[in-house]
Structure formats: structure tokens, C-alpha cells
């Protein structure tokens, strides 16, 4: 293998690829970046065996081939190369030559890197990148944390219907949904959020994504990068329609950014405590909100719109936190059961998202 490419494009896309990588593999292959030289492109490949990133960039391909070099190495060398053009060659190992500068690095088994195989029934939609990357910011913060004891809840599930798709993720706690525009197929998968993380991270803001659901991985593809995951089994997840309250007590109109403002102040003492307790004081048309710690307290006044009776009720006040500065609606409704059922926070106007969290008894 023997190739000419910019030394700017070809770190981009080693900077892309080289984050999969484990630095202590189960299988040693995936410590390595594949390299393919063919026609007018190269491909790199770096993965973990969870999440598998390809990307393509421009070279002058004097001799096709591929080849397995360790990851970070050839990363580090790639990086502090001189600028212009890089020369990539292949023997028994591999060497860089930039300017008057030559480096010679081993090269391990390409034969033995685990290609991830996308095979049997598909499905498709589109969406831009925009609305794809509010989707995933809008919901994956309820994502259960990785050592929980549902592994299914590390996930976030998603379903594409006609028109519009809807991200859902659970931790136990508080619950989000967050709805975005789509084309394509119908469908469901549950993606590790981790890795639709990774995702949002790896395409741009411009243009849009193809996604294609296989049974056991999904695709995404965006110009010449293409990021591939593993999947949760959709059947395994909960039944998120079923948690949802069908009725409500109290209701309340609320300027968001003066709520959330309110909430960061109490958050200040609050969170000295385990619980990070908040209580939300609701009568007449006003909210009053309390955190006490042993540092001190703090009360705020929040005038709203309310309809049913009085409440007091306390919640988590990192939640509330994630909760709010996920939405930009200068106005927000927020819907209470009762002192001991979880609240429901969404839009005054449309359906683009549904936040539910759970309360904190107070003593």
C-alpha cells in the first residue's frame, strides 16, 4: 500500500476513528486503526465492539492496500507531522514520511480486525442533523447511568412513525421524551446512550443523516463518515406509555427561565445535602421554592398561572435542573398528581417534548 494525502484531512479523520478505541482490548485488533487505500480514497476504521466509526478522506493511491497499525501511535505521529502533504507506505511495516521527517511503526495482523458484518432485514429514515442532535440532547440525560441494574435502561429507545420520531429514556427517577420531524420507514430500536452520544458528536451541523436499523446494529451515515452500533433488543424495553399519569390535580403555567434561574439558585445549598432537596410551594397563583442545608437557605417567588388546589411538594434539584435547561419554549406548563406522583413538564403549545420526574417525600 502507498498513498499521498493532505496532512490536515487525514488527522481529522484519525481525530474521528481514534476515540472508539480501547486502550486495553479484550481483542488486541482493537487497539488498531484499518487503513484501506482504494481509487481515489483511504477509509480508516476504529472501533470497540460496541461502536464502530469509518471514515473516508482524499488521497493519491499509488498502490492500493490495507493494512492494521496501532491506533494511538499512529495517531500521535499523524498529528505531528509537518503541514502539506504525508506519504504512507507499507512493507513489513509502515512508514511516514512528511517534509525531511520519516518514522517506521509495526504493523499488526489485518486479517484479524473483527469487521462488523450488516446483514438480513433493514429499515430507513432520515433526519437532519439539526433535529437530530436536539433529540439527543433533549433525552439522553435521563438515560440510566452504565452499572445499572437494567442494562436495557442505559439505552434510549426510539420510534420512527410517519412523519416524527420520538427518543425515550427512563432512569427509575423522572423519564423523557422528546419528539423531533422525520422521513422514511417506521420503526423502533433501542441504541446504548453512550453511543448516540458519540453519534451527535461525530456528524456536523449541516445536512442530514441516514439511519438504517439491522436486527443487531444501526448505521448512520453522514457524507463519508459512518458510525455503526450495537442495539438493545426494543422488546425488552419498558412500556414507557404505561407509567405515564392519566390525570392531574394541579396545573401550572410558568415562565421557564425564571424557574430555572430560581432552580440553579436553590441547587447552590441544596445539593450540600445527599437528596439535593427542593420544596415547591404552590397556592394563588404563586410558587414559592426553599432548599436548606446547614450552610444556609434560600426562598424564592415565582409568580404563575394555576389552576387546582394548593400544594406542597419536593423533588431532586439537579432534575429539575436537567429537566429545564433542555428547553427553550419561553413558556411551560407543569402538571402534578399530588404530593407523592411525579410531575409532567411540557410544552404550552405542540407536543416536542414530555418530561416526567418523580418527587422526594418530605419529612
Same mark, same amino acid.
Given at each position: 500500500m502507498?498513498?499521498?494525502?493532505?496532512k490536515t484531512?487525514i488527522?481529522s479523520?484519525i481525530?474521528?476513528?481514534v476515540k472508539?478505541l480501547?486502550?486495553?482490548?479484550?481483542?488486541?485488533?482493537?487497539?488498531?486503526?484499518?487503513? &484501506? +487505500?482504494?481509487?481515489?480514497?483511504?477509509?480508516?476504521?476504529?472501533?470497540?465492539?460496541?461502536?464502530?466509526? @469509518?471514515?473516508s478522506f482524499? +488521497?493519491?493511491?499509488?498502490?492500493?492496500?490495507?493494512?492494521?497499525?496501532?491506533?494511538?501511535?499512529?495517531?500521535d505521529?499523524?498529528?505531528?507531522?509537518?503541514e502539506?502533504d504525508?506519504?504512507?507506505?507499507?512493507?513489513?511495516s509502515?512508514?511516514?514520511?512528511?517534509?525531511?521527517?520519516? +518514522?517506521t511503526i509495526?504493523?499488526m495482523?489485518a486479517d484479524?480486525?473483527?469487521?462488523?458484518?450488516?446483514?438480513g432485514?433493514?429499515w430507513?429514515?432520515e433526519m437532519?442533523n439539526t433535529?437530530?442532535?436536539e433529540a439527543?440532547k433533549?433525552?439522553?440525560?435521563?438515560?440510566a447511568g @452504565?452499572?445499572f441494574?437494567k442494562?436495557i435502561?442505559t439505552?434510549? /429507545?426510539?420510534?420512527? @412513525?410517519?412523519?416524527?420520531?420520538s427518543?425515550?429514556?427512563i432512569?427509575g427517577?423522572?423519564?423523557?421524551?422528546?419528539r423531533?420531524?422525520?422521513?422514511?420507514?417506521?420503526g423502533k430500536l433501542?441504541?446504548?446512550?453512550?453511543?448516540?452520544d458519540?453519534?451527535s458528536?461525530s456528524i456536523g451541523?449541516?445536512?442530514?443523516?441516514i439511519?438504517?436499523?439491522? &436486527?443487531k /446494529?444501526?448505521k448512520?451515515?453522514?457524507?463519508d463518515?459512518?458510525?455503526?452500533?450495537?442495539?438493545?433488543? &426494543?422488546?425488552?424495553?419498558?412500556?414507557?406509555?404505561?407509567i405515564? !399519569?392519566?390525570?392531574?390535580?394541579?396545573?401550572?403555567?410558568?415562565e421557564?427561565?425564571?424557574l430555572?434561574s430560581?432552580?440553579?439558585?436553590?441547587s447552590?445549598?441544596?445539593r450540600v445535602?445527599?437528596?439535593n432537596l427542593?420544596?415547591l410551594?404552590?397556592?394563588?397563583?404563586?410558587?414559592?421554592i426553599t +432548599?436548606r442545608?446547614?450552610?444556609?437557605e434560600l426562598?424564592? @417567588?415565582?409568580?404563575?398561572?394555576?389552576?387546582?388546589?394548593?400544594l406542597?411538594i419536593?423533588?431532586?434539584?439537579?432534575?429539575?435542573?436537567?429537566c429545564?435547561?433542555n428547553?427553550?419554549?419561553e413558556?411551560? /406548563?407543569i402538571e402534578?398528581?399530588?404530593d407523592r406522583? !411525579?410531575c409532567?413538564?411540557?410544552?404550552?403549545?405542540?407536543?416536542?417534548?414530555?418530561?416526567?420526574?418523580?418527587?422526594?417525600?418530605?419529612?
Amino acid at each position: 500500500m502507498n498513498f499521498f494525502c493532505d496532512k490536515t484531512e487525514i488527522n481529522s479523520v484519525i481525530s474521528q476513528v481514534v476515540k472508539t478505541l480501547s486502550s486495553k482490548a479484550a481483542i488486541p485488533a482493537l487497539e488498531g486503526i484499518y487503513i &484501506e +487505500a482504494k481509487g481515489d480514497n483511504c477509509k480508516l476504521i476504529g472501533g470497540n465492539g460496541q461502536l464502530t466509526i @469509518e471514515a473516508s478522506f482524499k +488521497a493519491d493511491v499509488k498502490e492500493e492496500g490495507f493494512a492494521l497499525v496501532p491506533g494511538r501511535i499512529f495517531s500521535d505521529i499523524i498529528r505531528r507531522c509537518y503541514e502539506g502533504d504525508v506519504e504512507i507506505l507499507t512493507d513489513t511495516s509502515m512508514t511516514i514520511i512528511s517534509g525531511k521527517s520519516r +518514522a517506521t511503526i509495526g504493523m499488526m495482523d489485518a486479517d484479524s480486525y473483527p469487521m462488523t458484518e450488516l446483514s438480513g432485514n433493514s429499515w430507513e429514515f432520515e433526519m437532519e442533523n439539526t433535529e437530530l442532535k436536539e433529540a439527543v440532547k433533549g433525552s439522553i440525560f435521563c438515560a440510566a447511568g @452504565e452499572n445499572f441494574s437494567k442494562p436495557i435502561l442505559t439505552g434510549v /429507545y426510539i420510534e420512527a @412513525e410517519d412523519d416524527f420520531i420520538s427518543f425515550v429514556s427512563i432512569d427509575g427517577c423522572r423519564m423523557a421524551i422528546k419528539r423531533a420531524s422525520s422521513k422514511g420507514e417506521k420503526g423502533k430500536l433501542v441504541i446504548p446512550a453512550k453511543a448516540l452520544d458519540e453519534i451527535s458528536k461525530s456528524i456536523g451541523d449541516d445536512g442530514s443523516s441516514i439511519i438504517t436499523v439491522y &436486527e443487531k /446494529y444501526v448505521k448512520v451515515v453522514w457524507k463519508d463518515v459512518s458510525i455503526i452500533s450495537t442495539l438493545f433488543d &426494543e422488546k425488552e424495553y419498558v412500556n414507557f406509555k404505561d407509567i405515564l !399519569p392519566k390525570e392531574h390535580k394541579v396545573k401550572i403555567k410558568v415562565e421557564k427561565s425564571k424557574l430555572f434561574s430560581s432552580i440553579e439558585r436553590g441547587s447552590i445549598l441544596s445539593r450540600v445535602k445527599q437528596n439535593n432537596l427542593l420544596v415547591l410551594n404552590i397556592d394563588k397563583d404563586l410558587m414559592t421554592i426553599t +432548599a436548606r442545608s446547614d450552610i444556609g437557605e434560600l426562598y424564592d @417567588e415565582i409568580d404563575i398561572w394555576q389552576e387546582g388546589e394548593p400544594l406542597r411538594i419536593g423533588f431532586n434539584g439537579s432534575f429539575l435542573s436537567d429537566c429545564f435547561r433542555n428547553i427553550s419554549d419561553e413558556f411551560i /406548563y407543569i402538571e402534578f398528581g399530588g404530593d407523592r406522583s !411525579p410531575c409532567i413538564v411540557k410544552p404550552c403549545e405542540g407536543d416536542g417534548f414530555l418530561y416526567m420526574i418523580l418527587p422526594i417525600q418530605i419529612s
